[in-house]
């Protein structure tokens, strides 16, 4: 089943005053939302099976696109890579993350059909808005074809449907790698030059956020440094 190869590659993404979900790329970093870690440096990262990563890194954000990148984490998980396959309307859907149960997280599952695509040319960027039920929480959780090809990455809700960021968008926005690399706050973010995600390349939209950033939740990042394994998440009572 879908969600049984790919809930282990989307994770738990949480800071001192919310949480969301992400993605593990093939390279050993997370994708998530911008929204879900900013104005965050480090957050804690907790992986389907209860390993709990604390102090991951946030390498840099892409505001526009809504997108930003962690880690590395140190898994063995493999990870996926962005697929450039083309989805058209009617197109059904599958979107798996994290969404604010007041419970311990789990990831669940939905699908819905692709209703639209909403071009913003003004950033350069595609929405694809789908017919499926999504919560808070949810964000930077992974949309996927029925083929298992990572497609997007949720990013709202829009009425009763989800919105994600398109994948050729998330690669576009993590192509900085070339054009000055990580808290780079240079221009070129949204140029289409090679670097993507490949080695953690990634430029900022905006200047960097300096003393904005704060740490991540006390006492979660116990015995781990940067993206090692801090403990396993306790079973909830």
Do not use: K
Not at 13 to 26: A, F, P, Y
Not at 140 to 160: C, E, K, P, Q, Y
Not at 193 to 204: K, S
């Amino acid at each position: 089943m879908l969600f049984d190869c790919f809930s282990p590659m989307v994770v738990f993404v949480e800071t001192l005053d919310s949480s969301g979900s992400g993605i593990i790329l093939d390279t050993g970093h997370v994708v998530t939302n911008a929204h879900v870690v900013d104005p965050y440096e480090f957050v804690t990262v907790t992986l389907s099976d209860g390993t709990v990563f604390g102090d991951v890194e946030v390498l840099g954000v892409e505001f526009a696109a809504d997108v930003a990148l962690l880690g590395p984490i140190d898994t063995e998980l493999a990870g996926l890579a962005f697929s450039e396959e083309e989805v058209d309307q009617g197109q059904e859907l599958v979107l798996v993350g994290y969404p604010l149960t007041g419970a311990e997280p789990v990831p669940t599952v939905v699908s819905g059909i692709l209703s639209r695509q909403r071009s913003l040319p003004a950033f350069d960027l595609t929405i694809l808005q789908i017919d499926a039920a999504v919560a808070p929480g949810d964000s930077g959780g992974l949309v996927l074809t029925r083929t298992g090809s990572a497609v997007g990455v949720t990013t709202g809700i829009f009425g009763s449907a989800a919105l994600a960021a398109s994948a050729q968008d998330v690669v576009v926005a993590g192509a900085g790698r070339e054009q000055g690399g990580p808290h780079n706050g240079g221009g070129g973010a949204r140029g289409r030059a090679g670097g993507g995600w490949g080695g953690g390349g990634y430029a900022q939209a905006t200047p960097p956020r300096g003393e904005r950033r704060r740490r991540p939740p006390p006492g979660r990042g116990e015995g781990g440094a940067g993206g090692a394994p801090a403990a396993r998440r306790p079973p909830r009572p």
